[in-house]
């Protein structure tokens, strides 16, 4: 996206999934429940992160090499969007 802010999920970000061994929608679900866990624990590197880019205005290009097969940055998205919203 045009003037979108760029962000790299993959690792060693932070946001990267930590899952390496399963299929692919077995790391996303493992990565999911990792997700919500780390944003839940307040002051943790990866809820920070959350709670940083969901201050950014505008669009947040999220990339991965998974794209456009399923990726956990589907669940990043949800969660910056989630903060977004206050919740």
Same mark, same amino acid.
């Given at each position: 996206?045009?003037?979108?802010? *760029? *962000?790299? &999920?993959? +690792?060693?970000? !932070?946001l990267s999934?930590? /899952? #390496? ?6 790391? =996303?679900?493992?990565?999911? *429940?990792?997700? *919500?866990?780390? /944003? $839940? ?6 809820? %920070?992160? &959350?709670? +940083? $880019?969901? #201050?950014?205005?505008g669009c &947040?290009?999220?990339? =991965? =090499?998974?794209?456009? $097969?399923?990726?956990?940055? @589907?669940? !990043? %998205?949800?969660? &910056? @969007?989630?903060? %977004?919203?206050? $919740?």
């Amino acid at each position: 996206t045009p003037g979108a802010m *760029v *962000v790299s &999920i993959m +690792r060693p970000s !932070v946001l990267s999934n930590p /899952y #390496k061994d399963g299929t692919r929608d077995e790391m =996303c679900d493992a990565f999911g *429940v990792y997700a *919500v866990d780390q /944003y $839940l624990t307040p002051g943790s590197p990866f809820r %920070r992160e &959350i709670e +940083r $880019l969901a #201050k950014v205005g505008g669009c &947040i290009d999220l990339q =991965c =090499c998974c794209a456009p $097969l399923r990726c956990h940055g @589907e669940t !990043v %998205r949800n969660l &910056i @969007e989630t903060c %977004r919203m206050g $919740l």
